[in-house]
């Protein structure tokens, strides 16, 4: 059974940090790319970062304009963990946060930012940034 299981989530004031993690099982994930979106009540789920697994070519990474700069994701493909480092935290970063994962070798072209690129998810954690 696939799970993406996030955690790290929790209240913290603007211009603090946090660290998420996404814990995957069932499957090898080494060779997905992997993506977190969040979601406020009211509105759709949106794009956040993305990491490929060809984590050798310059470009592996891939940011929403609203985090770029503050925000970074990473994996440990060892661990089939997947982090995003948020710092500089602004009030409307307050969302609930989703991990994402392809299928394997997936391509890494400009569907990374889509909802149905992905084929699994995770439940989400919490994220509440205050001002």
């Known amino acids: 059974q696939v799970q993406l299981v996030e955690s790290g989530g929790g209240l913290v004031q603007a211009g603090g940090s946090l660290r998420l993690s996404c814990a995957a099982s069932?499957?090898?994930?080494?060779?997905?790319?992997m993506g977190w979106f969040r979601q406020v009540p009211g509105k759709e789920r949106e794009f956040v970062a993305a990491?490929?697994?060809?984590?050798?070519?310059?470009?592996?990474?891939d940011y929403a304009d609203s985090v770029k700069g503050r925000f970074t994701i990473s994996r440990h493909n060892a661990k089939n963990t997947v982090y995003l480092q948020m710092n500089s935290l602004k009030p409307e970063d307050t969302a609930l946060y989703y991990c994402?994962?392809?299928?394997?070798?997936?391509?890494?072209?400009?569907?990374?930012?889509?909802?149905?690129?992905?084929?699994?998810w995770g439940q989400g954690t919490q994220v509440t940034v205050s001002s």
């Open positions: 990491i490929t697994w060809i984590t050798w070519i310059t470009g592996s990474t």
């Open positions: 069932g499957r090898t994930f080494s060779s997905s790319v």
């Open positions: 994402a994962a392809t299928r394997s070798y997936a391509g890494w072209g400009t569907d990374r930012r889509l909802r149905d690129f992905y084929a699994d």
